[in-house]
């Protein structure tokens, strides 16, 4: 029986006594109050975790309280009750965290319902957060990680997975989104966490070897077999199975691992007889199989098949507020292990990540970290060694006003770094009337440090008053490498 506790805040003691008796039978701790001082008051002593609050009270403005109620606890579950409801309290309500709202009169049922559905909302928020915690302490170094709305949606789906012991999973996403980790989360947090998992990657394993990868063979099956060979499937009994890059695996393969998901069921190669299996089956590719069905280059029955149960894992350039959390946990991984002691990492080289598109996702960036981390000279982590190329149509913008914010100053100068000056105080520039674009500036300066010292990029690099890997950095940038 359950022992939530609510308190209802209400002036009128018939809608205190209507909503409390149906709630106490059916298990809930109920207390009331009939103003915002003994609310106040029961929140303090009787600590509800959840509060069905009216939006007006004798001496008191609820949302006031609202607002109040969720400041010290913002977990505090809270629903308004009214027979005044209008557009501009509900939206205000909603924007100071009310969870929801009933008017009056109420229909008891509906309330139950709110009720139940507001409270089965904190427990699985709850138990997502403890299992994308535990993701980050149980699996490795390079955990699952993430807390955008669409991340947390794929920690729902594979705590989701891993519940379903049996059933096949299909992890779609780009390379670099975490296809493997999100796997290996499915089987540590299922039944058969303490049994084998087992990964092959089916597109860098030739054809011919793969079936005899999976399901061994006796000996005597081929020239060189000269002993019995146990496959994947024999090995993983109890356990997983992950089928990386489904979607490189040949049709007549596709054929047997069908047989094995129906049938349980499986043959050694030079086998006669078959071999019961106790796997679950998780799949993942970055294609697009129901493409790859319809152009007759993946078999329709094993997608149905393997699509029982699907973890879609957005691409890095769809979850941007993912980054900045992403990057400070891999500057904090790399500024550990390569024993460095950078104090963080820079506004403009946070904004510079933001403003790329990450066409290798998660892995990329990581890397991406990993490399300036180990080449900064200074006390951040800037964007010069980052080595992004940023898109000039969509992304000039961006990048510009990073350049400008990450370059170091010259003392008593308020010139630009890179520009060089034709005397000791000021920059002599003529811009034509109806505009330049920047980048051609920038392009042509470095274009003219290159000329004057001969090509010679150290030397360029130095008069620019920025690091070689700075310049060659805007010199990709320009396709001048």
């Known amino acids: ?86 557009v501009g309290s509900t ?36 138990q997502v957060g403890q299992f994308s915690h535990s993701i980050d302490q149980q699996i490795d170094e390079d955990r699952l ?54 990964e092959i990657n089916c597109a860098a394993i030739p054809d011919n070897l793969l079936e005899n990868e999976l399901f061994g063979h006796e000996k005597g099956a081929y020239t060189d077999a000269g002993k019995r060979h146990k496959g994947i499937f024999e090995l993983a009994d109890g356990g997983s199975v992950f089928l990386d890059e489904i979607g490189d695996m040949p049709l007549s393969m596709q054929g047997k691992i069908l047989k094995v998901i129906e049938n349980k069921r499986y043959r050694r190669l030079g086998g006669d007889h078959d071999i019961d299996v106790n796997v679950r089956i998780i799949a993942a590719t970055n294609r697009g199989l129901k493409e790859m069905v319809e152009n007759g280059k993946f078999r329709a029955d094993l997608y149905y098949r393997l699509n029982v149960m699907a973890i879609n894992i957005p691409p890095l350039r769809d979850r941007k507020a993912d980054i900045p959390f992403l990057a400070k946990y891999f500057f904090e991984l790399f500024n550990k292990e390569y024993n460095r002691n950078l104090e963080d990492i820079s506004p403009a080289a946070i904004e510079l990540m933001r403003s790329y598109s990450w066409p290798g996702n998660v892995r990329e960036l990581r890397n991406s970290i990993e490399r300036a981390t180990i080449l900064e000279e200074n006390r951040f982590l800037g964007p010069d060694n980052l080595n992004i190329i940023i898109d000039q149509k969509t992304d000039s913008d961006t990048l510009k006003t990073t350049m400008l914010s990450e370059d170091k100053k010259v003392p008593d100068n308020n010139r630009h770094p890179s520009v060089p000056s034709n005397s000791a105080n000021e920059l002599q520039i003529t811009l034509p009337e109806d505009g330049i674009s920047f980048d051609e500036i920038e392009k042509s300066i470095i274009l003219q440090a290159l000329d004057k010292h001969a090509g010679n990029q150290t030397k360029a690099a130095r008069y620019l008053q920025f690091s070689r890997d700075t310049l060659r950095y805007r010199m990709k940038k320009f396709n001048l490498l």
């Not at 999100?182 to 303490?194: F, G, I, Q, T």
Request: hydrophobic share 40%; aromatic share 8%; proline share 3%.
């Open 145 to 198: 990680l993430g807390n955008s709305p669409e991340m947390i949606d794929v920690f729902k789906i594979i705590k989701r997975c891993a519940e379903t012991n049996d059933k096949t999973v299909l992890i779609q996403g780009e390379s670099g989104t975490g296809k493997e980790l999100a796997a290996k989360a499915v089987h540590l947090y299922s039944r058969r966490s303490k049994a084998p998992f087992f």
């Open 91 to 126: 939206v205000e309500a909603f924007k100071l965290g009310a969870e929801d709202y009933i008017g009056k009169p109420f229909n008891l049922e509906s309330v139950k319902h709110v009720i139940e559905q507001a409270f089965e909302k904190k427990r699985l928020k709850e």
């Open 1 to 86: 029986m359950s022992k939530e506790r609510i308190l209802i805040v209400d002036d009128e003691h018939l809608i205190r006594w209507s909503l409390s008796q149906p709630l106490i039978r059916n298990g809930y701790t109920v207390d009331t109050a009939e103003s915002g001082a003994e609310a106040q008051t029961k929140i303090s002593t009787f600590k509800p975790q959840m509060v069905l609050l009216d939006i007006r009270l004798p001496d008191a403005n609820g949302l006031e309280l609202l607002e109040r109620f969720k400041s010290e606890d913002e977990d505090l579950i809270i629903i308004m009750i009214t027979a005044y409801a209008d």
